[in-house]
């Protein structure tokens, strides 16, 4: 078949690609590409692209180029052809899919009006997302360790550069998609059942809290970004996993509270850090009762350390009412 092919690319300068019908041009193109004449395919991909519905489909089957759909960019059909090839995302190679979305997507598409609407908004870009991120936990702590990437073999550095594609990604379409929250939140989500329930990939673990460093730092972002991060505290407070202070001041500069003048916000930290707070105070108390001998060094630094959190929160833009509460440091 492939030699019939070749043969085929004879024909090519003789015909109009205008005037060929468009199963024959997307086998010239083919054809073409065959005698490794990639400049000459690529011209002629791009006259037959738009009307040739098999040159389409040449290039989701990886039989033309990914890397020729850049130069019909301006077409809205090429990014219908684009959404086909991520919707293979998990049966792609990680080098495959790294160039797809890296520089592909978000390179050479990511300005094009018809790929906001059709892809980069689409619920499948969540889905990808998230898988960069579940596939890749393996090399997590190799993002924070340049040594690792080269002590690594060459899937660990595969996995390393999906993981860096995936938060590129995430930070591209966050806003686009709501901080990946869900559609309609609970008028009061702290109450009932709720946190038996997983709603969004920040409640199942699949996104992690330390990917909001890689937010934008615009106000829609950082908004959606504390939205994200109140949740996710809320959540591990109720069900005491990882509610150690240490871990709570690491995941609370994430906030970016310094900026934050949303009153809702503020009043909802404050809300949760007085939790905290009344929670340390329970803890120290019991610890002393049992053991009056107990060195308060560390009980101080948690203190201080929550003490700190509170002085990040814009406070005084709260009502007088929500400021009259017995478990706030007494200094604010």
């Given at each position: 078949?492939?030699?019939?092919?070749?043969?085929?690319?004879?024909?090519?300068?003789?015909?109009?690609?205008?005037?060929?019908?468009?199963?024959?041009?997307?086998?010239?193109?083919?054809?073409?590409?065959?005698?490794?004449?990639?400049?000459?395919?690529?011209?002629?991909?791009?006259?037959?692209?738009?009307?040739?519905?098999k040159?389409?489909?040449?290039v989701?089957?990886?039989?033309?180029?990914?890397?020729?759909?850049?130069?019909?960019?301006?077409?809205?059909?090429?990014?219908?052809?684009?959404?086909?090839?991520?919707?293979?995302?998990?049966?792609?190679?990680?080098?495959?899919?790294?160039?797809?979305?890296?520089?592909?997507?978000?390179?050479?598409?990511?300005?094009?009006?018809?790929c906001?609407?059709?892809?980069?908004?689409?619920?499948?870009?969540?889905?990808?997302?998230?898988?960069?991120?579940?596939?890749?936990?393996?090399v997590?702590?190799?993002?924070?360790d340049?040594?690792?990437?080269?002590?690594?073999?060459?899937?660990d550095?595969?996995?390393l550069?999906?993981r860096?594609?995936?938060?590129?990604?995430?930070?591209?379409?966050?806003?686009?998609?709501?901080?990946?929250?869900?559609?309609?939140?609970?008028?009061?989500?702290?109450?009932?059942?709720?946190?038996?329930?997983?709603?969004?990939?920040?409640?199942?673990?699949?996104?992690?809290?330390?990917?909001?460093?890689?937010?934008?730092?615009?106000?829609?972002?950082l908004?959606?970004?504390?939205?994200?991060?109140?949740?996710?505290?809320?959540?591990?407070?109720?069900?005491?996993?990882?509610?150690?202070?240490?871990?709570?001041?690491?995941?609370?500069?994430?906030?970016?509270w310094?900026?934050?003048?949303?009153?809702a916000?503020?009043?909802?930290?404050?809300?949760?850090?007085?939790?905290?707070?009344?929670?340390?105070?329970?803890?120290?108390?019991?610890?002393?009762?049992?053991?009056?001998?107990?060195?308060?060094?560390?009980?101080?630094q948690?203190?201080?350390?929550?003490?700190?959190?509170?002085?990040?929160?814009?406070?005084w833009?709260?009502?007088?009412k929500?400021?009259?509460?017995?478990?706030?440091?007494p200094?604010?």
């Amino acid at each position: 078949e492939e030699s019939t092919l070749a043969d085929l690319s004879g024909f090519v300068a003789y015909c109009d690609p205008l005037q060929t019908p468009p199963v024959l041009a997307a086998a010239m193109v083919q054809s073409v590409l065959l005698k490794a004449e990639t400049e000459r395919a690529r011209l002629l991909f791009e006259a037959v692209f738009v009307r040739s519905r098999k040159a389409q489909a040449m290039v989701v089957a990886g039989r033309i180029p990914v890397d020729f759909l850049s130069s019909v960019k301006m077409h809205r059909v090429a990014s219908v052809v684009l959404r086909r090839l991520l919707a293979r995302y998990e049966s792609l190679s990680r080098a495959d899919l790294c160039h797809l979305l890296d520089n592909v997507l978000l390179e050479d598409f990511r300005e094009e009006k018809h790929c906001h609407d059709l892809v980069l908004n689409n619920a499948l870009v969540q889905d990808i997302t998230v898988y960069c991120r579940v596939s890749t936990r393996s090399v997590a702590q190799a993002t924070s360790d340049s040594d690792a990437v080269l002590q690594g073999t060459s899937q660990d550095t595969d996995l390393l550069r999906l993981r860096k594609v995936g938060e590129r990604l995430f930070a591209a379409v966050f806003v686009l998609h709501g901080g990946f929250l869900p559609n309609e939140e609970e008028t009061c989500p702290r109450r009932g059942e709720h946190w038996q329930v997983a709603e969004c990939p920040w409640d199942s673990g699949d996104l992690d809290l330390p990917l909001l460093q890689h937010v934008p730092l615009t106000e829609d972002a950082l908004h959606l970004s504390r939205r994200v991060l109140l949740r996710g505290l809320f959540r591990r407070q109720h069900a005491d996993v990882e509610n150690d202070v240490p871990t709570i001041v690491r995941l609370w500069a994430l906030g970016r509270w310094g900026s934050c003048r949303d009153a809702a916000l503020i009043s909802e930290a404050f809300s949760f850090l007085c939790i905290c707070w009344r929670s340390q105070r329970a803890k120290k108390a019991l610890a002393v009762g049992l053991e009056p001998d107990i060195d308060n060094c560390h009980w101080i630094q948690d203190e201080e350390s929550l003490f700190r959190m509170f002085a990040d929160l814009q406070f005084w833009r709260l009502q007088l009412k929500e400021l009259l509460t017995p478990w706030a440091p007494p200094q604010l």
